[in-house]
């Protein structure tokens, strides 16, 4: 029933719009017009004015005409650069979508839009009992997962969320991701020239280096992993480093292993500031929590049914990523992230299947149907 065609036309189209974090204004006035022309009442939250963008949350709302467990589809409309006036191409011969190698393809997450989409307008079309269903386009989720986290939840009405927001290729549920900690790290030192009287001086680079020299960083075990990956600081090649500002994250499974490591990293650097006579002003935020749910759960077990209705066989996994799943999550919402199939995620050699991205949309409507 799902027209693949339109699909992958529409995919095409969404992709040309561009929707950088913070800047999705035109792409959720798009998106609004096409969900009220399918018949969803359709609004926007005030989630853009808390966290600076342009526009809120997406969030559109189709009555039900049948009893049955109320759904809510959701995907991210942001996407990372570079992702500005992207070129994607069709490749017949290997039956994917790309960029033209300049950009990112932005199928993360506007295949997982497309497909809700497509599937929205197929039930429609064929008059397909359903249940109430909801569809949430958020922002700014590659930023800190702001438009999750201010949804207007009072509008929100679901018993199960399915986010279409990961890789691999359509069967893949997760079920576990990591918690995360953002670690913003300040070394003052003191400024001395350095040819003249570099005795005189506290080198914050030096502070620094001796710190990580002490570290565990990078994969820590099989679920944790911690990365120190942003350092600015220095105004000139003459003068010892007075400031430094380190900008780093630790992630894990499981949030007693996150604590233990973030509080490794920090008293690697008070021990290096001790012994440089430093000063630090450290800044942790925990910027979501972990998710672990149970395979029994019935929005996996509904999950995998509508993955077998289309002869796809669907198994459980763990990410080391984040998604707007970890919010809902949290907040007591059963709901799973589901792969659509991007490949190649934030990069220029970013493609999506054209078949993971056909069934993607069809398991909706599975969904929907065993609902």
Not at 52 to 57: F, H, Q, R
Request: proline share 2%; with cysteine; aromatic share 6%.
């Amino acid at each position: 029933m799902t027209n693949k065609k339109r699909l992958i036309d529409e995919f095409i189209q969404l992709v040309k719009i561009n929707s950088l974090t913070g800047k999705e204004k035109n792409l959720a006035d798009f998106l609004l017009e096409k969900l009220s022309e399918i018949g969803f009442e359709v609004t926007t939250d005030n989630a853009g004015q808390i966290a600076g963008g342009e526009t809120g949350n997406v969030i559109a709302t189709l009555k039900g005409n049948r009893p049955g467990k109320k759904l809510l589809f959701t995907a991210h409309m942001d996407t990372v650069e570079p992702g500005l006036n992207i070129n994607p191409i069709i490749d017949e011969e290997k039956q994917i979508i790309k960029s033209d190698g300049t950009t990112i393809l932005g199928s993360d997450d506007k295949a997982g839009i497309a497909a809700i989409l497509e599937a929205m307008r197929t039930l429609r079309e064929n008059n397909i009992s359903h249940p109430d269903i909801q569809v949430v386009f958020s922002i700014w989720e590659e930023n800190g997962l702001l438009g999750a986290k201010n949804l207007d939840y009072p509008k929100i009405n679901a018993d199960y969320i399915y986010v279409f927001d990961m890789d691999g290729s359509p069967g893949r549920i997760i079920t576990k991701a990591p918690a995360q900690d953002k670690i913003t790290v300040k070394i003052i030192g003191k400024a001395a020239h350095a040819g003249l009287n570099p005795e005189s001086g506290i080198s914050a680079l030096m502070v620094a280096s001796h710190a990580i020299e002490n570290m565990k960083l990078l994969r820590i075990d099989e679920e944790t992993t911690a990365n120190f990956g942003i350092i600015h600081g220095g105004t000139g090649t003459n003068s010892v480093m007075s400031e430094l500002t380190l900008y780093g994250e630790a992630r894990s499974l499981n949030e007693e292993k996150l604590d233990k490591q973030t509080n490794h990293m920090i008293e690697c650097l008070k021990e290096a500031a001790d012994k440089f006579g430093a000063q630090l002003e450290i800044n942790v935020d925990r910027l979501y929590g972990s998710i672990d749910i149970d395979e029994n759960d019935e929005v996996v077990k509904l999950a995998k049914k509508a993955f077998s209705n289309i002869n796809i066989d669907a198994y459980t996994d763990s990410t080391g990523g984040a998604s707007d799943v970890n919010v809902y999550a949290k907040k007591g919402y059963k709901s799973v992230n589901l792969a659509i199939g991007m490949t190649n995620a934030h990069s220029v050699n970013e493609y999506i299947k054209i078949e993971d991205l056909y069934n993607s949309s069809r398991v909706i409507l599975e969904l929907i149907k065993e609902a």
